[in-house]
């Protein structure tokens, strides 16, 4: 099993020598957890986060289901499907 990670994709952190970047993959690597870190710089690289000593500068936001409206069926609605489903021979 692999080590917990504090991170989560989408979030912006800091390395001291590569400077600020969006972590944009994790996944497992034997018992460690490796990030995909976007750079501005230096583009990505790839960073076991049990050496990488990463500071979080923004969490990312986390994504909420869209509302979805509820509408009723209108007459007219439901004479365009009814046209909709009908097939000419």
């Not at 080590?3 to 912006?12: N, P, T």
């Amino acid at each position: 099993m692999f080590r917990k990670c504090e991170f989560r994709i989408g979030d912006r952190v800091k390395h001291n020598q590569f400077g600020e970047g969006d972590i944009i993959d994790l996944y497992p690597l034997g018992e460690d957890v490796c990030a995909v870190v976007s750079f501005e710089k230096l583009g990505q690289k790839k960073l076991v986060l049990r050496y990488a000593k990463l500071s979080l500068v923004k969490r990312a936001e986390e994504e909420t289901e869209p509302e979805v409206e509820e509408v009723e069926a209108t007459e007219e609605t439901q004479t365009e499907e009814d046209e909709a489903e009908e097939v000419e021979p």
